[in-house]
Structure formats: structure tokens, C-alpha cells
């Protein structure tokens, strides 16, 4: 290829210094919007520590009610179908969208929801450290690290810990938020909750104490974040947006059920 006529360098250098102004600039833009951007909500004013001091000391490794435990995972590893292996394995993706079937939307349509993806993953990031520090108080094994006879159906769970399970407390905490969105459909969701809860059991990585103690940490967690003052202007766009979207009224039914008490 010729080189470019003498007369044309000076140009096509000040287009690339243009090119470069531009990029920097955008990039300036882009990064004081990120900077500028509105901070998650906080609803929880106790700390991680004491949400981590309300459980009870799970079941010794040694104990028979381990033991039980240990053998009712067996027992639904023994019987579990490729099916079963295969929704467990989807329900192993931390989003609300794996809700959608219990609201009777498409998760492609659900997807579409922002408003609601961010309050989700906003109630998400606010319960995980509360989650992760009671995992650090009691420092429990994984049931297959405990019965070699347990084949885990799905990866990258080895070396973390087992109590109170993570992925409950998540689920239940969707269905705990969706509910108070939706109460139209409290049995679907908490049905749902329940399943996608239990999956971890199906899949051989969670005992069911953990799973028990995933719900009445969502409970409280929940109980929590829907009474922050802050919570009800929080949540009031993904409410709305979820509502427009599954042909309901704005308003919620006076019939509105409360979130159950911890333990119950």
C-alpha cells in the first residue's frame, strides 16, 4: 500500500487525537455515572453477629441425628431420576427469575423485569453477609464430606460450608419478597420456595437442618427488611412492574398476608 500523501498526515493526526479526546471523555462520563450511581438500599440495622447467635448448634458429625440425616440424602440419591437431577441443577442459579413458573410468567418475560431484577439482587446482596457469618460461627461440613457414599450432582460446592444453607435462605427470601408483591399467589411461591430449597438435598450437598434453618433465617431476615422505613418506597417499582405485568391491579388486596413469625 502507498503512503498516505505528505499533505493528508497532519488531518488524519488530528482525527486521531479527536478519536482519542472523545474515547477519554466518554470514558470520564461513564465513570462519574458509575461513581454518581444510587448506593443499594440498607433495611437491616443488626449485624451479621447477631443474626449468627440465633441458631441453635447444628447436630454433631458423630451424633445419630446426623447419622439419620445422612441416610435419608441417600435415600433420595438412591432415587433420584435424571429428571430430577436436571431441575435441581437449573434451580442451582440464584435468580428470581427461576420463580417465575409460581407467577405464571415465561422467565424470558420475567427477565424483561428491571425494576425487580435490581430489588432482587439488592435483597440478595443485604442478606449474604448475614448468611456467611453463621456459616463461619458453626463451620459445618458438607454431608459428602461426612458420608463418602454421597455423589454430589453438582460442582463447585467443595469447601464451603453447610449451615444454614445459602441457597435456602435465598429462596425463601424471594418467595418472602414476592409474596408481599404478589400475595395473589403466597401458595405457589411458598411451594416453589420449598422445592428450590430441597433441590440442595436432592443434589446431596445440604442436610436438612440446614435447609430448616435457611427458612427461619429468611424469616428473620425478611421480617426485617420489609419493616424498614425505607423499604415500602424501595420496593414500590418492581411491585408495580411485577403487578403490570402479570395483569394485576396496582393496588395490593386488603387481604394481604403477613410474612410468618420466625419459627412457626
Not at 474515547?23 to 443474626?51: C, K, M, N, Y
Request: charged residues 25%; glycine residues 4%.
Amino acid at each position: 500500500m502507498n503512503d498516505p500523501a505528505p499533505a493528508s498526515r497532519p488531518a488524519r493526526r488530528a482525527t486521531r487525537i479527536a478519536a482519542y479526546t472523545f474515547a477519554a471523555l466518554a470514558a470520564g462520563v461513564a465513570i462519574h455515572a458509575w461513581l454518581q450511581r444510587d448506593p443499594a438500599p440498607q433495611f437491616i440495622t443488626e449485624s451479621p453477629e447477631s443474626f449468627a447467635a440465633l441458631f441453635e448448634a447444628p447436630p454433631a458429625p458423630d451424633s445419630a441425628t446426623t447419622r439419620h440425616e445422612l441416610d435419608e440424602l441417600l435415600q433420595l440419591q438412591a432415587s433420584r431420576t435424571p429428571a430430577e437431577v436436571a431441575a435441581a441443577r437449573a434451580d442451582r442459579k440464584t435468580e428470581v427469575t427461576r420463580f417465575a413458573d409460581a407467577l405464571g410468567l415465561a422467565p424470558e418475560k420475567m427477565a424483561e423485569l428491571k425494576a425487580l431484577q435490581r430489588f432482587a439482587e439488592a435483597i440478595e446482596d443485604e442478606i449474604r453477609p448475614f448468611v456467611r457469618a453463621a456459616k463461619e460461627r458453626f463451620r459445618r461440613l458438607r454431608p459428602y464430606e461426612i458420608e463418602p457414599g454421597l455423589q454430589p450432582c453438582i460442582d463447585h460446592v467443595r469447601g464451603d460450608l453447610s449451615y444454614p444453607s445459602g441457597h435456602a435462605t435465598y429462596g425463601y427470601a424471594m418467595a418472602f419478597m414476592l409474596i408481599d408483591m404478589v400475595p395473589e399467589r403466597t401458595a405457589q411461591l411458598r411451594a416453589r420456595a420449598s422445592q428450590f430449597a430441597r433441590q440442595r438435598m436432592v443434589c446431596g450437598v445440604h442436610f436438612p437442618s440446614d435447609i430448616n434453618a435457611g427458612l427461619d433465617g429468611a424469616r428473620w431476615l425478611m421480617q426485617r427488611i420489609q419493616r424498614a422505613p425505607n423499604y415500602r418506597a424501595e420496593s414500590e417499582a418492581a411491585r408495580r412492574e411485577l403487578r403490570a405485568a402479570m395483569g394485576l391491579n396496582a393496588e395490593l388486596p386488603a387481604t394481604a398476608p403477613a410474612l410468618p413469625a420466625a419459627g412457626s
